[in-house]
């Protein structure tokens, strides 16, 4: 269908989902609050006694480390923020229960952490659940917090990788082994190598390379992958079509826990990304070839492995939760649907499309200011509201009168 697509269209169909990225970003004000919070925590769990022999670090990791963190659909839902804990060898004598359960305490013996922890402890986390400041939906998010060690060479190789090129590195080396409650060694294997593997910091390496795939121009891509720190606004392609693919997915799922997981959604976007400059392109391309990186095992079961660790597929759990994988071929031929939508529609009937995809409230609130920014931008002469030519069918979607939200 893009093939058929004036250059004007192309470029106003574009600027449309580049807006709607845009404005699934958290603000400045909700970035700030999770840093001081994510500071504040670390300082705290790092300068924990039991632990100050095997220098403990607090980073972050998923989609705050990735910059492809989005705003919850409603306006008291919680942002999503996940930390690791991460220790550079441990205590002979030390299990994944030890650690997880020190780490645990020294929460609890914190006036304000112990009060915020969430009663039910996480499989393979503890979770602080900011709500000090509920009047203010915005300022609500929970804490996800994953005790790890890593061996005693992973300073060492992420200072050699920071200074070679990423063809050069091998991203299992900087692996960590985790603490999960439901593993069978959980309270007895004081081996780390036993212990489940992970790799957060491998993943960010990799995916920062996938956004700057075929464009070297854009030398310092890897800044916009977090270590956090400052707030990064220009955001590559590839950051921006994992970002519109989960707001669809959370539109299309609501709370259902059988939702395909973010995790899946940015491995598979990342692998079919092929370094489009257009977000439109990119975003046609990536959901028409996702489905290309999902494999079989012997046994005919889905894998979609990652890329940085060979013990993992994330779609493991598909086989004892059949609802999760349906839902993600349900959820890939919706979006394939919808955006196809977008792309052929005029006039309101635009608007719709893009409420149905991305929440009718966000809709409303995108289009109400894209009509501002059209009015700016005729009153200084930098635009020709026309039937036919720049702005085309949006041009007159922006100037329609405003009805379809009247309805409800």
């Known amino acids: 269908m893009i093939e058929t697509l004036s250059f004007e269209k192309k470029r106003e169909l574009n600027n449309l989902f580049l807006s709607v990225a845009e404005n699934l970003d958290i603000t400045e004000t909700q970035f700030n609050n999770l840093t001081r919070s994510y500071n504040a925590v670390g300082k705290y769990l790092e300068d924990d006694p039991n ?70 402890e996480g499989r393979r986390c503890w979770t602080l659940l900011y709500r000090q400041d509920s009047d203010n939906a915005k300022k609500r998010y929970h804490m996800d917090i994953l005790p790890c060690v890593a061996d005693s060479k992973f300073n060492s190789n992420m200072e050699l990788y920071r200074s070679k090129s990423f063809s050069s590195i091998k991203l299992d080396n900087i692996a960590i082994r985790i603490t999960d409650n439901k593993a069978p060694n959980y309270d007895n294997s004081t081996f780390i190598f036993d212990w489940l593997k ?80 257009s977000l439109l392109e990119g975003l046609m391309n990536v959901i028409s070839a996702m489905e290309n990186y999902i494999t079989k095992d012997q046994s005919g079961n889905y894998v979609i492995s ?64 894209l009509t501002e920014q059209h009015k700016v931008s005729a009153i200084n002469g930098e635009i020709k509201i026309a039937a036919t030519g720049a702005l085309g069918s949006i041009g007159k979607t922006l100037n329609a009168k405003n009805t379809f939200y009247g309805k409800k």
């Open 198 to 277: 992970s790799n957060p910091d491998g993943y960010a390496m990799w995916f920062a390379d996938r956004c700057k795939y075929y464009t070297e121009k854009r030398e310092n891509i890897t800044d916009t992958i977090m270590p956090i720190g400052k707030y990064i606004k220009n955001k590559s392609v590839l950051q921006r079509i994992v970002q519109i693919l989960k707001r669809h997915r959370d539109i299309m799922f609501k709370n259902d826990e059988d939702k395909p997981i973010s995790i899946i959604i940015t491995t598979l976007a990342a692998r079919a990304y092929k370094g489009e400059d």
């Open 306 to 369: 990652n890329p940085t660790n060979s013990e993992e597929n994330f779609a493991d759990k598909w086989p004892t939760h059949p609802k999760r994988k349906e839902n993600f071929f349900r959820w890939l031929k919706q979006v394939k649907s919808d955006v196809n939508s977008i792309i052929s529609a005029t006039g309101i009937e635009l608007r719709e499309n893009v409420g149905r995809s991305f929440g009718d409230a966000f809709s409303k609130n995108l289009f109400n200011l």
């Open 51 to 120: 632990f100050k022999d095997y220098h403990p670090v607090v980073t972050p990791q998923g989609s705050l480390r990735l910059g492809t963190i989005i705003q919850p659909i409603t306006e008291d839902g919680d942002l999503d923020v996940d930390l690791v804990y991460r220790l550079i060898e441990k205590h002979p004598s030390w299990t994944q229960k030890h650690i997880k359960q020190m780490v645990g305490q020294r929460l609890k013996t914190h006036g304000v952490y112990c009060d915020m922890l969430d009663k039910k």
